[in-house]
């Protein structure tokens, strides 16, 4: 059975930095394509960076240069390393995992980004 688990987030002040994770259970974590999402409230869930089976990562504009993604295949997790966090980064982050056509999701970790 597969199963996602996200950690890591909490309450910062602006500028700061939080460190999320996503912990996978199951067979799949070699072949799958990770991604972390946010959704803020009364907002759509929206991507934030991917990486894939093979280590190519992406991002969103808005989290270029300050956000990275990274992932231990040792370990079945998937990091993202969030710095300079703005207000507007507040959300709940969601870890993904992608196999074919099957989707796996986190429970979700609230960032909240606040003086």
């Known amino acids: 059975q597969v199963q996602l688990v996200d950690s890591g987030g909490g309450l910062v002040q602006p500028g700061g930095s939080l460190r999320l994770s996503c912990a996978v259970s199951?067979?799949?974590?070699?072949?799958?394509?990770m991604a972390w999402y946010r959704q803020a409230p009364g907002k759509e869930r929206e991507l934030v960076a991917g990486?894939?089976?093979?280590?190519?990562?992406n991002y969103r504009d808005n989290v270029k240069g300050r956000f990275t993604i990274s992932k231990d295949n040792a370990e079945n997790t998937v990091y993202l390393q969030m710095n300079s966090l703005k207000p507007e980064d507040t959300a709940v982050y969601y870890c993904?995992?992608?196999?074919?056509?099957?989707?796996?999701w986190g429970q979700g970790t609230q960032v909240t980004v606040s003086s």
């Open positions: 993904k995992a992608k196999v074919r056509w099957v989707l796996y």
């Open positions: 199951g067979s799949i974590f070699s072949s799958a394509d």
């Open positions: 990486i894939t089976s093979d280590g190519s990562t």
